[in-house]
C-alpha cells in the first residue's frame, strides 16, 4: 500500500459510559443471565433473552438497545434504564504505508491503550492490549518503560475487538447477501500489558471472543503472549485453551533475566517444564517462541543452537523479530545476514523459524513499540492513578 502515513481525530459519535449502568459488553453468557434475572426477568424467558441480545451485540454489531427490534418495546426501554453498551473511544486513528492501523483508545478513568490492526493477504491479526502500562519492565519493549496503571475489564478487552470491526465496516447488515470474508479473523494478545497478571478478565473477554453465536473467532486463531508467569501456564490451558506464545528472547538465564526481569522468578528450566504439558492440556498443535533479534546480545550461532537444545522435545515454531527501535532503545538490530543465518541454524534442527517482518513501524506499531501517548505526551498516567487511588 503506497498511501501516506495518516492520522485523524475520529469524530465517531459515541455514547459515554453512564454511571449506575451496567455495561453488557464483556459478560460471560452466565454473568449475562445474571444480570438480566437480577432486573426482574424471569429465569426462564432471560435465557431466551440471553441468546437474543447476545446476537444483537455481538452478530450485528448493536450499540443501543432501540436496535433490538425482535424484543418487546417495553423490555427495550426496561434495558436501556439499567444497562449500556459501551465501547472504548477512538482518540486518534493511524494509518501506516503499509496499511496497519493503530487506535489510541480512551477508556474509563481517562486512561489510554493502544491496538493495533495488521491486514494481510487472507486474513486480518488485531493485536489487543490487557492492561494499561506493563509491570515487567522488558528491557528491550517500549511498553515496559510505561509503568502499570491498572488491569483492564474484560469488557474494555472485548471492546478494543468491537472497536476495530466497527472502524473496518466488519458487521454485517440485516437482508444483505451473506459475506464470509473476515477482515478481523486473528487475535493476539499481545499489546500492552502482561495478559496472564489480568488472567480473569482475559479468560472472560475471550470467552465473549470465542463464542460460536457472536464474534466466532476459533481458540486456534487467537494467540496469548505471555512473559513467562509459570502459575497461569496450565489455567490457560484448561480455561481458555488457545494458542500460546512465549516471549523468550535468550538462551542463557544470565540474559535472560536482564532481557526479561520475570525470569528471575520462573526461569528458563522452570518455564520450559511447565510449557512442555501445554499441548497436551490445550489440544494446541505447538508453541510458538518469541525471539527479538538484538544486535551482539541474544544472536549468536551459539545462541541459536542453545535454542534448539532447549526447546528439544515440544512441538514448536520460533518467531524471529527484527528488533523494533524506538526512542532512547538501548539496543539496535541484528543485521540482517545475522538475523538469516540464525534462522538458518534453526530451521536445519526442524523447527519453522520465520523471520517476521516489522509491520506498522513508521506509526509506532509494530511489536515492542506501543505505549500509549497519553505517558508519551503528558505523563498523565501517574497523575490519574493518583487521583483514583491506585
Given at each position: 500500500m503506497d498511501a501516506p502515513i495518516t492520522q485523524d481525530v475520529l469524530t465517531i459519535p459515541r455514547k459515554l459510559p453512564e454511571e449506575g449502568k451496567r455495561n453488557l459488553v464483556g459478560l460471560t453468557r452466565p454473568q449475562l443471565l445474571e444480570a438480566l434475572v437480577a432486573i426482574g426477568t424471569p429465569e426462564r424467558q432471560a435465557k431466551m433473552r440471553v441468546g437474543q441480545i447476545w446476537?444483537?451485540?455481538?452478530?450485528?454489531g448493536a450499540q443501543d438497545f432501540e436496535a433490538m427490534t425482535n424484543l418487546a418495546k417495553g423490555y427495550r426501554a426496561d434495558l436501556a434504564r439499567h444497562f449500556q453498551i459501551s465501547r472504548p473511544e477512538i482518540v486518534t486513528r493511524?494509518?501506516?504505508?503499509?496499511?496497519?492501523?493503530?487506535?489510541?483508545?480512551r477508556i474509563a478513568g481517562g486512561h489510554e491503550v493502544e491496538a493495533v490492526y495488521i491486514p494481510e493477504e487472507n486474513r486480518g491479526t488485531l493485536c489487543i492490549s490487557s492492561q494499561v502500562g506493563c509491570t515487567l519492565t522488558c528491557s528491550f519493549c517500549h511498553t515496559g518503560t510505561q509503568k502499570l496503571v491498572r488491569n483492564l475489564t474484560a469488557a474494555e478487552i472485548v471492546g478494543q475487538v468491537l472497536v476495530?470491526?466497527?472502524?473496518?465496516?466488519?458487521?454485517?447488515?440485516?437482508g444483505a447477501p451473506k459475506d464470509e470474508t473476515r477482515l478481523v479473523s486473528n487475535v493476539v494478545l499481545m499489546g500492552m500489558g502482561e495478559p496472564l497478571y489480568n488472567f480473569d478478565?482475559?479468560?472472560?473477554?475471550?470467552?465473549?471472543?470465542?463464542?460460536?453465536?457472536?464474534l466466532s473467532i476459533s481458540r486456534r486463531r487467537i494467540t496469548l503472549s505471555t512473559s513467562g508467569v509459570v502459575p497461569e501456564i496450565a489455567r490457560t490451558a484448561q480455561e481458555i485453551g488457545c494458542l500460546l506464545a512465549i516471549s523468550f528472547h535468550a538462551t542463557t538465564d544470565e540474559v535472560?533475566?536482564?532481557?526479561?526481569?520475570?525470569?528471575k522468578r520462573w526461569n528458563i528450566q522452570t518455564l520450559l517444564d511447565a510449557l512442555r504439558e501445554y499441548p497436551r492440556i490445550?489440544?494446541?498443535?505447538?508453541?510458538t517462541f518469541e525471539y527479538v533479534m538484538l544486535k551482539d546480545v541474544n544472536?549468536?550461532?551459539?545462541?541459536?543452537?542453545?535454542?534448539?537444545?532447549?526447546?528439544?522435545?515440544?512441538?514448536?515454531?520460533?518467531?524471529?523479530?527484527?528488533?523494533?527501535?524506538?526512542?532512547?532503545?538501548?539496543?539496535?538490530?541484528?543485521?540482517?545476514?545475522?538475523?538469516?543465518?540464525?534462522?538458518?541454524i534453526v530451521h536445519k534442527a526442524g523447527y519453522a523459524s520465520p523471520i517476521r517482518t516489522p509491520r506498522g513501524e513508521d506509526i509506532m506499531a509494530a511489536c515492542g513499540q506501543l505505549k500509549s501517548a497519553t505517558e508519551r505526551g503528558r505523563q498523565r498516567a501517574a497523575d490519574i492513578a493518583a487521583q483514583a487511588g491506585l
Open positions: 446476537q444483537w451485540i455481538y452478530h450485528w493511524q494509518i501506516s504505508e503499509d496499511g496497519t492501523r493503530k487506535y489510541l483508545l476495530a470491526r466497527d472502524d473496518l465496516g466488519e458487521w454485517p447488515v440485516p478478565n482475559v479468560r472472560d473477554a475471550m470467552k465473549v471472543v470465542m463464542d460460536g453465536e457472536g535472560r533475566d536482564k532481557l526479561v526481569p520475570i525470569n490445550s489440544n494446541s498443535e505447538r508453541i544472536d549468536s550461532d551459539a545462541d541459536a543452537r542453545r535454542l534448539v537444545k532447549l526447546i528439544a522435545g515440544i512441538p514448536a515454531k520460533i518467531n524471529l523479530i527484527p528488533f523494533n527501535e524506538w526512542p532512547g532503545a538501548p539496543y539496535q538490530r541484528s543485521d540482517w545476514a545475522r538475523i538469516e543465518a540464525f534462522s538458518d
